[in-house]
């Protein structure tokens, strides 16, 4: 499968447990997305890096969140202190920026998280 | 930031009828207008894009318009089938990277 991959697929967690999840992309695309998404919502953006380095954090993202994408390859979204409020979907999507206008974001299956 | 509103969040038609999704949008500065699909348990995937320098695109039974002065733009599928049933998501980007999503239209197509 070439397509982007996240792991593991499924986590359960008690509260103020620490979670780390594994993001894999398109090997030749150089943009990595996170996102959240809750039931009934829109995917909600979180955080995006150009190759290794982060270039943007959104207000969701709270001081317990930290991504890393060490090689400019995979990424690895870490949750600490966990809250039943982080409880969700979590998305990784790739892209490949060529420095012209399309940018399509492909999507993973996701980590679908529940703290308990 | 960008606000992105999407109606109707529920929408049944009969096989074969069209089927129409709206969003608007608040940044004016946006200029990139993707369309995903998401299937019950699957990631979402892009079915059709537009640019703020166009108006119209279509892709055989899909077609996407924008208004760039009302802020707002449609999805229109034609022909519908019992496969077109899942959730649609439209999103607005000014920045080049973070897409803003709607909440989404769950689609249910009837034979």
């Known amino acids: 499968d070439t397509g982007v991959s996240q792991d593991p697929r499924h986590k359960i967690t008690k509260r103020g447990q620490n979670v780390t999840f594994r993001c894999d992309p398109i090997?030749?695309?150089?943009?990595l997305y996170w996102y959240r998404q809750t039931l009934g919502q829109g995917p909600e953006f979180l955080t995006y890096?150009?190759?290794?380095?982060?270039?943007?954090k959104s207000r969701l993202l709270s001081d317990r969140f930290s991504a890393e994408r060490p090689k400019g390859s995979f990424s690895t979204l870490e949750i600490q202190r966990t809250e039943q409020g982080d409880s969700a979907m979590y998305l990784c999507?790739?892209?490949?920026?060529?420095?012209?206008?399309?940018?399509?974001?492909?999507f993973g299956p996701g980590t679908r998280l529940t703290v308990l | 930031g960008e606000n992105v509103e999407q109606h109707p969040s529920t929408l049944s038609v009969q096989e074969g009828d069209s089927a129409v999704i709206k969003c608007t949008y608040s940044?004016?500065?946006?200029?990139?207008f993707p369309w995903y699909k998401q299937e019950l348990g699957k990631r979402p995937q892009l079915i059709i894009d537009i640019r703020s320098n166009v108006g119209e695109k279509k892709d055989q039974r899909i077609a996407v318009t924008l208004n760039k002065t009302a802020k707002h733009f449609s999805l229109h599928i034609t022909e519908t089938q019992p496969e077109d049933s899942a959730v649609y998501f439209c999103?607005?980007?000014?920045?080049?990277?973070?897409?803003?999503f709607g909440k989404g239209t769950s689609l249910l197509v009837t034979p």
């Open positions: 999103a607005a980007s000014s920045s080049g990277y973070a897409l803003n």
């Open positions: 940044d004016s500065a946006s200029n990139y």
């Open positions: 890096f150009q190759n290794e380095a982060q270039l943007e």
């Open positions: 090997s030749e695309h150089n943009r």
């Open positions: 999507a790739s892209s490949l920026a060529r420095g012209g206008f399309r940018d399509e974001q492909f």
